[in-house]
């Protein structure tokens, strides 16, 4: 038989009557790369960080191209990672995005 101790009935109760969805939260971790080599990075960090909070790391691919890997946490909803692809689609310079890692934070 299945007895549960109070601290664990009133944990229990602390997150039905919550709504988990607005606390939770997740880390998107995207590959931004440029156009081509001629792009300049530093005016493409800006126009992102301009647009979205997050951090920006410069990583060598091949043959003078960098990529940028954007970090940033949004909202566990439904399309919000959609909606980070289509603002830096907006941005000129942006070539292709790819989404490298999508984890939930604690």
Do not use: W
């Not at 603002?87 to 934070?105: C, D, H, S």
């Amino acid at each position: 038989m299945f007895v549960m101790s109070a601290d664990l009935l009133a944990h229990k109760t602390l997150y039905t009557n919550t709504d988990i969805s607005t606390m939770a939260k997740v880390l998107v971790c995207l590959r931004v790369m440029p156009e081509d080599i001629s792009v300049d990075l530093q005016q493409l960090k800006k126009e992102i960080l301009s647009r979205l909070n997050a951090n920006i790391q410069e990583v060598p691919i091949a043959f003078g191209l960098v990529a940028l890997n954007v970090t940033t946490i949004v909202e566990d909803k439904e399309g919000e990672v959609e909606k980070i692809e289509k603002t830096l689609k907006e941005i000129k310079g942006v070539g292709e995005i790819e989404v490298l890692e999508v984890t939930r934070t604690l």
